[in-house]
């Protein structure tokens, strides 16, 4: 059995293996040797196109196609391509195909043929043409670098961000190039990114960042004229060159290390040279395929026809026109149980399940051989089932592993069984012809779970995607499938309206995340806009359907949600949006329906557009709301005239809604603006805007007494109101003799406390002494004290016989005034001894 399964294995300096994945089944016209084929990195698809530079019999379209093809032949898409001159074509991370013109524009598709956009590599490029162009996988993703017909090298770092960066020009830039590649190595952080450029035997390091380019030095010790080929690994460690003189030279790519140089026997320059995983390289030479090792082993396949390399992470993948292979390291756990005369624990495990199967008595002795590293072997048998690509050998693998493991109690080997076979179920399902992935268990673990099941999405493989999902356990896995299926399915034209929304919705209900917005506006996009309405009523978040709602012209029911949802910030934007786009009569009709939408409308214009709110007081009828506004413009306006106005407008507003006292209110408010305006001409002070206190007590500041007094009986101010305005403004004016005056003219409607405070806030407390006997008698010693007549608040208090009184002006009065404590001290022993 190992013979077979080590049939398809060769050794360099190490095992590889060559093996089939799948028998094409193409559709095309003419044969692969003259085609241009580009292959997605990780099992993606496959883009071909004539090659422009070899001259065949056209039978077709003059025009270029893209054929873009799965793993197995099928056709995916067609692209005819009506653009510029086509230079280079690659994938991107995403497997969308990006095509490089001569201009210096990359335009991107997607599997299925569909433009996504284009970005230009710079106007320098665009005047200069690109001659060669390379993509490249690197730290930030992938990356594409082109050489211009002047030498000049531009790239970007990542084609899904391009910022567009140049690299020192090599010496005699007008001097032809042979050979150049992009060498990427380190972490993001630290990533280094060069061109390596050969001109004859000069090798070049053109690196960002530097000013100049770096002369590099490999010790090559055959003799040649020019290197025609360079090549790095995949990690950028190594570097591969072929000279005219037909030798392969490998080393490191610092070039201080030489791995060894090979006489291939071949002159020509190689179609391609690709580096399989980091310690073999191939050559493709017409229909002959040649693997070199490290130690200077070669290996040759012939084929029977044209062929192409595909450069995978650990592995190459050889498309020809009946099959497609591949190439890799053997694993070196799949190597020390299958190889010939194998000892290795796992062997032996093997061979004791194979006779275990059989009901041998010979699985008891494998299994003695094997048992004090049984948790090796089994550990062993499991990776080696992931590496495997043949069904039968994985199987052969798994039982090995599980019949080891009855011998142990070991829950870890337990949980990678278990987690390896339902990754082996997965990938199984992926390599299947029909969805033609052949991804090795590498690049499962480089790629991530959450990317396969990307990949699959993108293939519109959504129920493989939703079971994968659903089998691994991932995390809102089959919401991404649902959500990608329901925008697929909104874009198909035979589907109708009503039986898309209602299967979406009854696909769709109970899955958490799903976010129908999204869906409704692929529809929308598509030009399905009753679609899209009806599959927003299964939106549930206000905040995503009423926005879109607007965006398809459904205003009203974009007012209905808002109101709904209670959300204030959005029934506002619906109204402004409303009023931007309805005329002002559909507009005024529509918000009418809706309370809360018409209750903040008023309140915006009131703060935003007062006119816009009369507009609608008027068509309402509602005068008491016109005549506020009114008001309340009359309010903010300083010409008396147009004050006088507005406060006619509000009376008149006030009469038609029978509101005597309004109209009494804005008739004597506007007899006031029009007296205020006759102040102001004669002081030419300002008066408009001040209120009936106000205007008095700017009077009688200026001792205007009968004007004030005039204005106070026309208007009816208060009494207390008045004496009070008199009172201050006497005290204020210093016009002490006149507050007395004043205080004499008649008995005070506020008392005599104001006169007293008047004196005191201006430090006349002997004037205030006048005024303090006529305070009320159950204030008057707090009056006193506050005036600092301590002895006659003493006094007061005695007449009184309140002895709290006597002992509150006690308390109050400086211990400094030690005479005034005594004669307070005798009042209240004397009035003491009375009781």
């Known amino acids: ?103 210096g524009d990359v335009l991107i598709y997607d599997m299925f043929g569909a433009y996504q956009k284009t970005f230009s590599m710079g106007q320098e490029v665009r005047d200069t043409k690109v001659c060669k162009a390379q993509l490249f996988s690197n730290s930030y993703g992938i990356g594409l670098a082109v050489m211009t017909t002047t030498n000049r090298m531009f790239l970007v770092s990542n084609v899904s961000e391009p910022k567009i960066r140049t690299v020192p020009d090599v010496p005699r830039a007008n001097e032809p190039i042979a050979s150049w590649c992009v060498l990427s190595s380190g972490l993001r952080s630290s990533a280094v990114i060069g061109f390596l450029v050969c001109r004859d035997k000069e090798i070049y390091r053109c690196q960002l960042g530097e000013s100049r380019p770096i002369l590099m030095r490999p010790e090559i010790t055959s003799a040649y004229t020019q290197i025609l080929t360079i090549v790095p690994s995949q990690n950028g460690l190594h570097i591969a060159l072929f000279t005219d003189s037909g030798m392969l030279w490998l080393g490191s790519s610092d070039f201080k290390t030489k791995y060894c140089e090979i006489d291939t026997g071949y002159i020509k320059q190689p179609k391609e040279l690709l580096w399989c995983g980091s310690k073999a390289i191939i050559g493709h030479w017409d229909d002959t395929m040649c693997i070199y090792g490290f130690n200077g082993t070669t290996i040759t396949y012939p084929y029977d026809g044209p062929f192409h390399l595909i450069s995978e992470i650990d592995c190459v993948r050889i498309i020809s026109e009946m099959t497609h292979e591949l190439i890799q390291k053997v694993p070196d756990v799949v190597e020390k149980i299958f190889r010939i005369n194998s000892t290795a624990p796992g062997s032996y495990l093997v061979e004791a399940s194979k006779q275990f199967q059989k009901r041998s008595h010979r699985a008891d002795e494998y299994i003695r051989l094997v048992k004090p590293d049984l948790a090796s072997a089994v550990q062993d048998c499991i990776d080696a089932a992931a590496f495997e690509f043949n069904t039968d050998v994985q199987k052969m693998l798994a039982r090995a592993a599980q019949f080891g493991k009855g011998f142990l109690s ?63 356990q991932l995390k809102d896995g089959q919401t991404r499938v649902l959500s990608h299926w329901a925008c ?173 006292l309004g109209v009494s209110i804005c008739e004597e408010a506007r007899k006031l603006c ?52 008199r009172i201050l403004t006497l005290a204020e004016r210093d016009e002490w003799a006149q507050l007395e005056v004043f205080s004499k003219s008649k008995k005070s409607p506020v008392g005599y406390e104001p006169f007293v405070d008047a004196c005191l806030k201006y430090g006349k407390n002997d004037e205030a002494l006048k005024y303090l006997p006529k305070c009320r008698d159950d204030i008057k010693v707090k009056y006193y004290v506050k005036a600092e007549f301590y002895e006659e608040a003493a006094q007061v208090a005695f007449e009184q016989k309140d002895e709290s009184a006597l002992f509150f002006v006690q308390n109050k009065c400086p211990v400094r005034e030690s005479t005034k404590h005594a004669k307070i001290k005798a009042l209240v022993e004397q009035l003491s001894t009375k009781k």
Request: hydrophobic share 40%; glycine share 6%.
């Open 674 to 725: 029009k007296q205020q305006s006759s102040l102001q001409e004669t002081y030419g002070e300002s008066f408009v805007g001040l209120s009936l206190h106000d205007t008095v007590k700017k009077l009688l500041k200026q001792g205007e007494i009968k004007f004030a007094d005039k204005l106070r009986s026309e208007y009816k101010m208060p009494d207390k109101r008045y004496w009070w305005l």
């Open 1 to 103: 059995m190992s013979a077979l399964l080590t049939a398809d294995w060769f050794q360099l300096d190490s095992y590889y293996r060559k093996f089939d994945l799948y028998n094409m089944i193409w559709s095309m016209d003419e044969g692969l040797g003259n085609m241009i084929v580009s292959g997605a990195p990780y099992g993606g698809p496959i883009a071909v196109v004539r090659d422009r530079k070899q001259f065949v019999r056209i039978m077709s379209n003059a025009k270029p196609v893209i054929t873009i093809y799965n793993c197995v032949g099928n056709t995916i898409s067609k692209i005819l391509w009506n653009s510029g001159v086509l230079v280079h074509m690659g994938w991107s991370d995403g497997e969308q195909l990006l095509c490089v013109q001569e201009s």
């Open 410 to 472: 070991d829950t870890v080997l337990t949980e990678h069984y278990v987690r390896t076979c339902r990754w082996l179920r997965v990938l199984n399902a992926v390599r299947d012809p029909r969805v033609a992935i052949p991804l090795t268990s590498l690049q499962v673990q480089n790629l991530g779970e959450r990317i396969l099941l990307d990949r699959l999405i993108w293939r519109r493989l959504h129920c493989l995607a939703g079971h994968i999902a659903s089998y691994l």
């Open 488 to 660: 697929y399915k909104v874009t198909q034209p035979h589907l109708d309206n009503e039986s898309a929304a209602r299967e979406i919705g009854e696909k769709l209900r109970n899955i958490p995340g799903i976010s129908y917005s999204t869906i409704a506006m692929k529809a929308a996009e598509k030009g399905r806009k009753t679609l899209a309405i009806k599959i927003l009523e299964y939106e549930t978040r206000s905040k995503l359907q009423v926005p879109l709602l607007l965006a398809l012209g459904e205003g009203p029911t974009a007012l209905l949600k808002a109101t709904a949802s209670g959300d204030t910030d959005l029934v506002y934007i619906v109204l402004l949006h409303l009023k931007e786009k309805m005329g002002k009569h559909e507009f005024e009709l529509t918000i009418r329906s809706f309370p809360l939408a018409h209750a903040l409308y008023i309140k915006y214009c009131a703060t935003h557009n007062r006119e816009a709110l009369r507009q609608v007081y008027v068509q309402e009828d509602d005068f008491a709301g016109q005549a506020a506004s009114h008001v309340r413009e009359a309010l903010e306006l300083s010409e008396p005239g147009a004050r006088e106005a507005s406060l006619l407008s509000a009376r008149e507003c006030h009469r038609k809604g029978r509101n005597e």
